[in-house]
């Protein structure tokens, strides 16, 4: 079946603007992820949604970024007034539901903030 | 404090050896997974491998396996036969039951297969 897919896949934009990163998860999978790879490290923690409940934004490192998802469906992140530290890879993520179950990746939309 | 912690940020294996990545955690919750992944220079994350803290075996898929040291709270990665194919970085998480559902990865290791 059809996997976590992203897009763009890469984005190039100037310092100042905003952009949207889209996710379409696996069908079916009530919780989505989303993660900030910078170059050369770990993946970082940016939200989680579980249905319908309030999402988990612990993550989000300030609030230039946003994420909405409608249902159980397409996510939307959204970055406002882009810096260059803000560029990195963002992955998203789904799973079934919570709890000990493995997160499958979609192939990352990579930003650069130029 | 890091929760997770990979001390090797770079690996070398002769192909067809086997290969130990290693991985410490830190919880105080009484229940966890831990889960390897794997990224090749293309990106995308591949789940490999993954181990309940309530699991009295070993975990193994294929050539991977994991070695769970619960008291010692290290869970090291092991690749059998290793081949080509395998030169990636690899990144153990950790995912708490109590604590939120987010993944909470280490820094990666990268593995170099050479012939």
């Known amino acids: 079946g059809a996997g976590v897919s992203q897009s763009p896949s890469n984005k190039v934009t100037e310092k100042g603007k905003d952009v949207e990163l889209r996710c379409d998860p696996i069908?079916?999978?009530?919780?989505l992820y989303w993660y900030r790879q910078r170059l050369g490290q770990g993946l970082e923690f940016l939200i989680y949604?579980?249905?319908?409940?309030?999402?988990?934004k612990s993550g989000l490192p300030s609030d230039r970024f946003s994420a909405e998802r409608t249902g159980e469906s397409v996510s939307t992140l959204t970055i406002q007034r882009t810096q260059q530290e803000d560029s990195a890879v963002y992955l998203c993520?789904?799973?079934?539901?919570?709890?000990?179950?493995?997160?499958?990746f979609g192939p990352g939309t990579r930003l650069t903030v130029t | 404090a890091q929760k997770i912690t990979q001390t090797q940020p770079g690996m070398f294996v002769q192909e067809k050896e086997a290969v130990t990545l290693d991985c410490t955690y830190d919880?105080?919750?009484?229940?966890?997974?831990l889960f390897w992944y794997k990224q090749p220079s293309s990106g995308e994350m591949i789940f490999l491998i993954y181990?309940?803290?309530?699991?009295?075996q070993n975990a193994t898929e294929g050539r991977y396996s994991l070695n769970f040291q619960k008291a010692r709270k290290s869970a090291n990665l092991v690749i059998s036969a290793s081949q080509l194919g395998d030169s990636a970085m690899y990144f153990c998480?950790?995912?708490?039951?109590?604590?939120?559902?987010?993944?909470?990865f280490g820094t990666g290791t990268r593995l170099q297969v050479f012939p």
């Open positions: 998480a950790m995912r708490e039951v109590y604590n939120t559902d987010k993944l909470i």
């Open positions: 949604f579980q249905g319908n409940s309030a999402p988990d």
């Open positions: 919880t105080s919750d009484p229940s966890y997974g």
């Open positions: 993520a789904s799973s079934p539901r919570t709890g000990l179950y493995e997160q499958y």
């Open positions: 181990q309940g803290s309530y699991d009295q």
């Open positions: 069908s079916g999978h009530t919780a």
